[in-house]
Structure formats: structure tokens, C-alpha cells
């Protein structure tokens, strides 16, 4: 099991000084008014044992000012707001940088934990890798050849003709890693934010908080560290899309802070580079780009101020094409591709198989003298090599004219006709 990044203690053990913190309780307080400290401290997820320290400190320079209890209870907070002095605090520290969040991460303590719950710890069994396949239909060679490929956590090529699950297999391997990682909101370097954590690409999971340790004072605290998020292995799919531009940080000018490249926020996870060789980028300036990262382990970023500074690359990396691999790139290039798979077309059985399989999902009555027909007169007798995609394609054809014509949802030799001219361009 992964073990969290434990709750820091003291500011020092933030990874972050004072100031920075100072800033960040100014521009929230700026940002949503009247806070209590354990409202604050969920805020910008930080312990309130910290919280409360740096509160103090603030009501003393006169950046913040009590503004009484937040019920009848005597129990309750004191409520705090900027004071006059903190407006043009908040308000530099905002020309600074717009960010207002959860606390960053030190660079040292996201290159410790990504490499703490690195990939490459995660061994993957046959049955693990059967078990997520079981809904493709693929020959048996093509599993054992995978296996190693997707447990070495190395560079993946899928190349063959299109419509044959390249795709599919890919974001299928994604479904087998159950490692459950811990990802940060975001990232400080030489005084910038990166902004990291993406809710349309980490899934978050309930990790229930069983660590618990007493401090000297003998008060109980959570051992997890709240900047942190406890997630899924992640899974980016990216095609035709891909620039050079997405793989350096994003810099919004306005807001003053960053946004980790698309490659950055799959640490931990998997890559899949779709359709690779359709970029308006070319593939072998995409390798080129990757030479040191697919080789070393590592990734050089630059901030706008000229700083340049190290991230890991720790991710299984899969490139899919329907492109001949030497058309790709060089032997150079090809090279960094550690693990070169050809994903054959579906053999006569297997092809049955499929098409059986997508007429159990839509409750169409299969039927094997029928099917034979049809294979024979369009695939046999015209030497057209069958697909994966072709039978999904056929019955949802099919299904559109049932349904306009709304008749029952059926098969017959005219509706394959009229599905494969669909199909089919002569």
C-alpha cells in the first residue's frame, strides 16, 4: 500500500515559507470575506494547527482583525477579517499572482512522492490484464506479448490497420492498475504556482483516514496531508490535438500562475497518444522532444522568469498509430518506443466472435447460416480483410433504419446490404 504524504507540523515542514502562506490566507480572506481559522484552514487545506500559528502572527503585523465569535457558543471561533493594513497586502499579493486554493507542494516533496508510488512498483498478473481485456476479443499471443510491456512501465507502440482496437486495448490497460496514488492541487517553484490537480482528468477516491497520530501536546491529528488528493492511477488520452506547445507549462498571464502540461498531470498513470503521426507536430519532433523523458526518467520545464528545474516522467507511455512505424520516425526515434506491438486484424473466428458479442449487446437474434452468407459475400469473395469496428458499425446502421422505419430490430440479408454500402466506400 502507497503511504500519504503526512500532515506537516510546523511551517517548516510545509515545505513553504511564511510569506507565501502569509499571501495565501490575504488573498482568501480578500477573495470570500469573514473567515473562521478552521474555515480558513479547509480553505487553502491546511492543518489548523499551522492555520492558527500564522493567524496570530498576521493580527499582529495588523494585516487581519478579530471580528467577534461565529455563533452563541462558546465554544465557537473567532471570526477574521483583513484589517486596514491587509487590503493592500491582499491586493499586491494578488498583482503577484491571482492564485487562491489549496496550499502548493514543495518541488522536493512531488519528485519524493512520485517516486514513492511510482508505476513501475505496480506488478500486473496475467488474470489482472485478462480480466480488464475480457470485453475485446484478441488473440492469445497478443495478451502474453502485452503482458511484460505494460508491467515494465516503458514506452508502448500499438500500430497495425485501423479499426482494430488499438485504442481500445490502450485505455482498457489504463483499467487495470488499482494502485490508489496520492496527486497535489498544485506545485511551487521559485516562488511560482503550477497549478496541477485537474477534476476532467484525476478521479478522486474516499480514503479513509485510519492514521492517526498524537503530537507532543498529546492532541490527535490526521496523518494525511490535505494538499494531497488520493487518486486513481490517472488515464490521459490525447489524438490529433498533441502540439510541442502542451508538453511545457502553460503560463495565464492574467492570472499570474501556471498550468502543468498535459504529460506532467499523467504522473503516476498513463499516457496514450492516439492516432500518433495525425499531429499537425511531427512524430519524430514529438520523440525528439521526449528523448530525455522516455529515456532518464525525468522532464525539464521552464518558468516564464527563465527558471529551469526537473519533473519526473513516471508513466507508461502508449503511442497508437495506423501508420507503418518506419514512416513515423527514424531508428533513432523508433528506439525510444521500448515496446513495438502490431495489432493484427481479427482472424474468421475471431471476427464471428465480435460480431456475435455486438448482437448480444443490442438483444438482435444471431444467426450462423445468415452471418456465414454475409462473410462469404463481402469478405471472402471480394478479398476484403474484416475489421474490429466493422461489426459495431453494421448493427448500428441496422438499428438506425429499424428504428426509422420502426420496425422490429432485426437482421436479413437487405439490411446487410444496406449497412455494408454504408460501410464500404467503392
Not at 452468407?373 to 438499428?399: E, M, W
Amino acid at each position: 500500500m502507497i503511504t500519504a504524504p503526512r500532515a506537516p507540523r510546523t511551517v517548516e515542514e510545509t515545505g513553504l515559507d511564511a510569506d507565501t502562506l502569509h499571501k495565501l490566507i490575504g488573498k482568501t480572506l480578500h477573495t470570500l470575506g469573514t473567515m473562521t481559522p478552521s474555515a480558513i484552514a479547509r480553505e487553502i487545506c491546511m492543518p489548523i494547527q499551522i492555520v492558527s500559528p500564522l493567524i496570530g502572527e498576521m493580527q499582529k503585523l495588523q494585516l487581519i482583525e478579530a471580528r467577534g465569535l461565529a455563533g452563541a457558543d462558546m465554544r465557537s471561533e473567532l471570526r477574521y477579517a483583513l484589517g486596514g493594513a491587509g487590503v493592500p497586502f491582499a491586493l499586491e499579493a494578488l498583482g503577484q499572482s491571482k492564485y487562491v486554493g489549496p496550499a502548493p507542494v514543495s518541488l522536493d516533496a512531488f519528485h519524493d512522492q512520485i517516486r514513492a508510488q511510482t508505476i513501475r512498483h505496480e506488478h500486473i498478473a496475467r488474470p489482472d490484464l485478462e480480466k480488464c481485456l475480457n470485453h475485446l476479443v484478441l488473440q492469445e499471443f497478443l495478451i502474453d506479448r502485452l503482458g511484460p510491456a505494460v508491467n515494465s512501465a516503458k514506452s508502448i507502440l500499438f500500430y497495425g490497420e485501423p479499426g482494430n482496437g488499438k485504442t481500445s486495448i490502450a485505455e482498457a490497460v489504463g483499467t487495470v492498475f488499482q494502485d490508489v496514488i496520492y496527486l497535489p492541487h498544485c506545485i511551487e517553484v521559485g516562488g511560482q504556482i503550477i497549478n496541477f490537480f485537474d477534476k476532467t482528468i484525476h478521479v478522486p477516491v474516499e480514503v479513509p483516514d485510519r492514521e492517526l497520530s498524537e503530537s507532543d501536546q498529546g492532541e490527535k491529528r490526521v496523518a494525511r496531508d490535505p494538499r494531497w488528493v488520493a487518486c486513481r492511477r490517472p488515464v490521459i488520452l490525447t489524438g490529433g490535438e498533441l502540439t510541442l506547445q502542451m508538453l511545457d507549462l502553460m503560463y495565464n498571464p492574467v492570472a499570474n500562475f501556471y498550468e502543468a502540461p498535459i504529460h506532467l498531470k499523467a504522473s503516476g498513470g498513463i499516457f496514450i497518444v492516439d492516432d500518433f503521426g495525425r499531429q499537425q507536430t511531427s512524430p519524430q519532433a514529438i520523440l525528439n522532444r521526449w528523448i530525455i523523458p522516455l529515456e532518464r526518467g525525468y522532464d525539464f520545464l521552464a518558468l516564464h522568469t527563465g527558471k529551469k528545474f526537473s519533473v519526473p516522467f513516471d508513466q507508461l507511455a502508449i503511442f497508437s498509430t495506423n501508420i507503418s512505424p518506419h514512416e513515423l520516425a527514424d531508428a533513432a526515434g523508433l528506439r525510444r518506443l521500448y515496446y513495438k506491438l502490431n495489432i493484427p486484424v481479427p482472424t474468421a473466428e475471431d471476427f464471428r466472435l465480435i460480431f456475435l458479442h455486438e448482437c448480444e449487446a443490442r438483444q438482435i437474434q444471431f444467426e450462423e447460416a445468415q452471418f456465414e452468407r454475409f462473410f462469404k459475400r463481402y469478405y471472402l469473395d471480394q478479398g476484403n480483410a474484416p475489421a474490429g469496428h466493422h461489426p459495431k458499425y453494421i448493427l448500428d446502421f441496422i438499428s438506425s433504419v429499424c428504428s426509422y422505419r420502426g420496425s422490429e430490430l432485426r437482421l436479413d440479408d437487405e439490411l446487410l446490404e444496406g449497412a455494408w454500402q454504408n460501410l464500404h466506400i467503392v
